[in-house]
């Protein structure tokens, strides 16, 4: 599936101010003078359908900035001091319960969630085209267990409100809730939203009302985004013959038949750099992504000029001055193998000689020229193909399955010789489980890397893993003065100072 031509919208004003003023609400704080009643807002399929584009539109604002928690703290970024400090902050692993971008983050996602339970609420019982009505809600359900499934992630014990919040005192007493109900209701979500989503939306699909399915909705959900997105959770939560044969449903002749090729039609580029091309975004190796717009107002992405370094040559950043918010590591740089293709694409030098004292390494994935801030045309990607293979090569290897697991491992890198002999980047073989799982865990960093994917790698290979990972990053980098830091607590983010100030039933996570 490919980018969004359906956020050529404006979010619909006021939509789902359904929690606005209490000040006492973990969801979010809406300035309004009143709460818009949830039982009478929608009144027809129009507003429905608006309302759906508006919980689209507000994930531009989700992963504007995702790259800090799922990026920066990891071993693939470093963010200079004197730069933005809350930034710096994740990078040093010095981030506590007061940081302004965990409390924006925290909030940011239950307000997404609080449009879906308004939408879903009242779509329920309204008379309606059925079709449409059904891929609506299947539509709605993914986005809401995309919001979960990065929360449980990023905060581990969380509330979990699954309807509307329309009191303050309900805002600011729901419960917190346990990761095993989280993962639980994800899963739900998914498999209902798996049912009624259509594989892909270049093919007609004529409802009762004249409603199609065309090219015009790239970049809604699919049924193919919620098979993968399933295949990661149950990645997750150690579920691997589950995550193996969800992720094998995407992959053609992974099941014995190659009938699965035009459903979803999904495949790896020839050549890694037009993955993240801007004339090429409606690629068949995206499964689901994020649609920024430059040229229209507050539709446009900022990667670029978060991401690129202050010395940033013009050709490719001409109008404004970057932030240099996420330099690549020489840690990251040192990863990728001797004439590995991904590299010129994923990690380049801006500065001195690569591997000398003050070489500067950044990301040509957001390359563009944006015209000013909320500008950018570059999308962030949630799920691509190659991720999909990597996972079936992990979930494989946990099951026993080593010749899937090297099967699918071995394609990825096979993209990364392009075309060169096979002793670059050569096909892995098998000698130990552990190492197996090692290497698919480098392949999803070199791979990967400035996708948001990382943090969550390593979370998921063990505490003793990213502990020494970090470990060996910070004294490479030259930051040994920051290893102390580096804890199994810092593996799951505090709940935001607000939550448990206002709701003294909340527990913190431990070392916070």
Not at 67 to 95: C, H, K, W
Not at 315 to 332: C, E, K, M, V
Not at 496 to 504: C, D, G, K, M, V
Request: hydrophobic residues 40%.
């Amino acid at each position: 599936m490919k980018t969004l031509r359906i956020f050529k919208l404006l979010i619909l004003p006021l939509l789902l101010i359904i929690i606005a003023g209490c000040k006492k609400s973990f969801i979010t704080d809406v300035n309004s003078p009143s709460r818009i009643p949830v039982d009478t807002y929608y009144t027809n399929q129009a507003d429905f359908n608006a309302a759906v584009t508006g919980v689209y539109g507000t994930l531009r604002d989700r992963y504007d900035k995702f790259y800090i928690m799922s990026e920066v703290g990891s071993d693939n970024i470093q963010v200079p001091l004197g730069n933005a400090a809350n930034t710096v902050n994740f990078d040093r692993l010095t981030y506590n319960a007061t940081e302004s971008q965990i409390q924006t983050t925290y909030l940011g996602y239950y307000s997404t969630i609080a449009y879906c339970n308004n939408f879903l609420s009242q779509i329920d019982g309204f008379s309606m085209d059925a079709v449409l009505k059904a891929r609506w809600i299947g539509e709605v359900k993914f986005i809401r267990a995309l919001m979960y499934f990065d929360l449980v992630r990023f905060f581990d014990n969380i509330p979990m409100p699954l309807v509307p919040v329309t009191t303050d005192d309900a805002s600011y007493t729901f419960p917190q809730v346990g990761s095993a109900a989280v993962y639980d209701q994800i899963i739900l979500d998914l498999q209902a939203a798996e049912t009624v989503l259509p594989a892909n939306y270049l093919a007609s699909g004529a409802t009762a009302t004249g409603a199609v399915y065309t090219a015009n909705d790239i970049g809604r959900v699919t049924s193919g985004a919620a098979k993968a997105l399933m295949g990661k959770v149950y990645l997750t939560r150690g579920d691997y013959v589950n995550a193996a044969a969800k992720l094998k449903e995407l992959i053609p002749g992974s099941n014995g038949t190659t009938a699965l090729t035009p459903l979803f039609g999904y495949s790896l580029l020839p050549v890694y750099a037009n993955v993240f091309s801007q004339t090429n975004k409606n690629n068949a190796e995206i499964i689901f992504n994020i649609q920024y717009t430059s040229g229209v107002y507050n539709e446009g992405s900022n990667f670029a000029y978060y991401l690129y370094p202050k010395t940033t040559p013009v050709s490719y950043l001409n109008y404004i001055t970057p932030q240099a918010l996420g330099l690549a590591t020489t840690d990251l740089f040192k990863a990728f193998e001797t004439g590995d293709s991904r590299t010129a694409t994923s990690v380049t030098n801006a500065g001195p000689t690569p591997g000398t004292t003050g070489a500067s390494y950044y990301t040509l994935k957001y390359q563009e020229q944006p015209l000013a801030i909320n500008q950018g045309n570059t999308n962030w990607i949630i799920l691509r193909y190659s991720d999909v293979l990597l996972m079936e090569a992990e979930a494989s290897a946990n099951i026993g399955d080593n010749t899937t697991a090297l099967t699918y491992l071995n394609q990825v890198r096979a993209r990364a010789r392009n075309g060169q002999a096979a002793t670059i980047v050569p096909d892995k073989v098998f000698t130990t489980k552990a190492q197996l799982l090692t290497d698919i865990l480098h392949e999803r960093r070199v791979e990967l890397c400035y996708e948001g994917q990382r943090w969550f790698d390593l979370l998921r290979s063990g505490s003793a893993n990213f502990i020494t990972t970090l470990t060996n990053e910070f004294k490479a980098d030259g930051f040994t003065a920051y290893t102390s830091n580096i804890t199994a607590t810092k593996m799951i983010y505090p709940i935001p100072f607000r939550e448990t100030n206002l709701n003294s039933a909340y527990v913190q996570n431990p070392g916070y």
